[in-house]
């Protein structure tokens, strides 16, 4: 069974410029999540979907954040405009029906310069 | 506000010895707890996923248990190996599967 896949895996822009990050979760997992790790600490969600529709998106910084899952399987993360403290690991993760567990992919190293 | 903790932030050990991650945190209301591995530029791996309603869970080398009454939770780690080191985080999740996690304790095990 394929994992989590995201793209790219490394990503090094200049502040004030746009960015997106793509995930593809497991086959069948109707839930998605978004997370943004800093450098030391924790992963923190900042948006889940089930299938096309937002859960929870109460951690996103709206002004410069979207994301969207419009056919319920992959989903894009978009940052407009960068700032320097958006540097950090970009994860996705996904969930089957009726678990808790969560599946992570493998993240998208962002370097706002 | 769920918080999660995790002390040590680092540890370094001789390898072959037996060890103890902590979690703690502030809201027993939780679902379950999972311990995640962490390798530098990698995503997570799950390990172990604690339902609320359990006590323990034990894979391989590995045994996680569960106090939601005083919201703890350890990592025990059996005859450690080089290949365990990593960075360990603890989560917990709490209502529509959304998951809290602890700032991690990054592991060496020594040759």
């Known amino acids: 069974e394929a994992g989590v896949a995201q793209s790219p895996r490394y990503k090094i822009i200049e502040k004030r410029q746009s960015v997106a990050f793509w995930c593809n979760p497991i086959?069948?997992?109707?839930?998605l999540y978004w997370y943004q790790q800093i450098l030391g600490q924790g992963p923190k969600l900042l948006i889940q979907?089930?299938?096309?529709?937002?859960?929870?998106d109460s951690q996103l910084p709206k002004d410069r954040f979207s994301a969207e899952r419009l056919k319920g399987v992959d989903s894009t993360l978009k940052i407009q405009p960068a700032k320097l403290e958006d540097s950090a690991v970009y994860l996705c993760?996904?969930?089957?029906?009726?678990?808790?567990?969560?599946?992570f992919g493998p993240g998208t190293r962002l370097t706002v310069l | 506000k769920q918080e999660v903790t995790q002390i040590p932030a680092a540890l370094s050990v001789p390898e072959g010895e037996n060890l103890v991650l902590n979690c703690s945190f502030t809201d027993s209301a939780i679902y379950n707890l999972q311990w995640f591995r962490q390798d530098p530029g990698k995503g997570l791996t799950s390990l172990l996923l604690?339902?609320?309603?359990?006590r323990e869970q034990t894979s391989g080398r590995l045994n996680a248990s569960l106090d939601k009454s005083s919201g703890r939770s350890t990592l025990y780690i059996a005859a450690s190996q080089p290949g365990d080191s990593a960075t360990y985080l603890c989560a917990v999740s709490e209502g529509a599967q959304k998951l809290v996690f602890g700032q991690g304790t990054r592991l060496t095990i020594n040759p």
């Open positions: 086959s069948g997992h109707a839930t």
């Open positions: 993760a996904s969930s089957p029906p009726g678990s808790n567990e969560q599946f």
């Open positions: 979907f089930q299938n096309n529709g937002v859960v929870d």
């Open positions: 604690i339902q609320s309603s359990q």
